[in-house]
């Protein structure tokens, strides 16, 4: 929503719902379209991706079939 994730506690905020709720999570980096890298960007950017109660394997796969889709 626009924060700024300007410490690892801020970053937490973000993931710490999917934690509480027992569900499997993953967390996607997403390169900038002038990078070719994400290790290169400035600020990582990415999303993530929230699976079922115990499909870790799903979550697992899905994170795969968009890794090497891009």
């Keep these: 929503n626009g924060r700024t ?7 937490m905020e973000a993931t ?3 934690t509480l709720a027992g569900l499997p ?3 996607i980096p997403v390169p900038h379209a ?3 890298s994400p290790v ?3 600020a ?3 999303f993530q991706l929230i699976g079922r109660p115990t499909d870790d394997a799903g979550v697992l ?3 795969v079939a968009i890794h090497e889709a891009r």
């Design 40 to 42: 290169q960007a400035q």
């Design 34 to 36: 002038s990078q070719s």
């Design 25 to 27: 999570a993953i967390s």
């Design 16 to 18: 710490i719902p999917a």
């Design 44 to 46: 990582i950017t990415g």
């Design 61 to 63: 796969a899905a994170a």
């Design 5 to 11: 994730m300007d410490t690892y506690h801020r970053g």
